[in-house]
């Protein structure tokens, strides 16, 4: 059973990126899907992205896909997500999860870590 870590959040200025970092612990990167969530103060949790290794696809929010990528490295068992032109409105708790191929049920969350976007 895999276990997501998070990690790569902290504070960056509006117009700056960051890198976030999940890794696969307990299993690998290929037997899974990936996708991020974020969850800002007061509000649900939402959907940023998705990875599918299986076909190589990817999916993205309207609020993130022209700005955020999500990729993985095998050979480091990670998934990314690298965030550019960082806005306030990304501030939030940055959340990995995996799922086994075509089981949308079983979900497998990370910890979650924080991202602050601000002057």
């Known amino acids: 059973q895999v276990q997501p870590a998070e990690s790569g959040g902290g504070w960056v200025q509006p117009g700056g990126s960051l890198r976030l970092s999940c890794a696969a612990r307990?299993?690998?990167?290929?037997?899974?899907?990936w996708s991020w969530f974020r969850q800002a103060p007061g509000k649900e949790r939402e959907l940023v992205a998705i990875?599918?290794?299986?076909?190589?696809?990817?999916y993205y929010s309207d609020l993130t896909k022209d700005r955020f990528t999500i990729s993985a490295d095998n050979a480091k068992n990670t998934v990314y997500l690298q965030m550019n032109n960082l806005e306030p409105d990304d501030t939030a708790v940055y959340y990995c999860?995996?799922?086994?191929?075509?089981?949308?049920?079983?979900?497998?969350w990370g910890q979650g870590t924080r991202v602050t976007v601000s002057s």
């Open positions: 999860k995996a799922n086994p191929p075509g089981d949308f049920k079983t979900d497998y």
């Open positions: 307990g299993s690998t990167v290929s037997s899974y899907s």
């Open positions: 990875y599918a290794p299986f076909d190589d696809s990817t």
